[in-house]
């Protein structure tokens, strides 16, 4: 048996090990393995679009969020793509669903912002030598 919690059968489709079994039902998926595949599909997406090679410094993710509305069986493969929702030089909203034939009961939601250094800010917790700028759009 494979010591990992998933084995990519093609570019976008995974086949769960029993090792993503959860402790109460050993036929369904515990969802924090789908949940770091999903996260590993966005930052993936996200680094092919701006990262090495592109010239583009890549834009941090600053939130992920999933949708719970179905689970998952151990048995079934997963097709798992992103999809850019609104691209953008200093902000992106991408998307990863998991896709079971015509169900789709995990996704996750990623929103990735620009970021720069700014001076010292006194603040009312003391010093903070970093701080995140968001840019208007446009």
Known sequence: MSP???ERID?????PTPHTSGAWNVTEQHIAPVFGL????????RDSRRGAGTGEEPL???RISFDILGTLTVADPMEISCR??????AHYWARTPVELVADE????TGHGL???VLHDVEGPVGAVSQALTVRPLG
Not at 11 to 15: E, K, N, P
Not at 84 to 89: A, F, K
């Open 4 to 6: 990992c919690y998933f």
């Open 11 to 15: 570019a976008h489709t995974f086949q």
């Open 38 to 45: 999903l996260t590993h599909a966005l930052e993936t997406d």
């Open 60 to 62: 941090p993710i600053t």
């Open 84 to 89: 850019v929702i609104r691209p953008g030089r």
């Open 105 to 108: 009961p995990v996704s996750a």
């Open 114 to 116: 620009t970021y720069s």
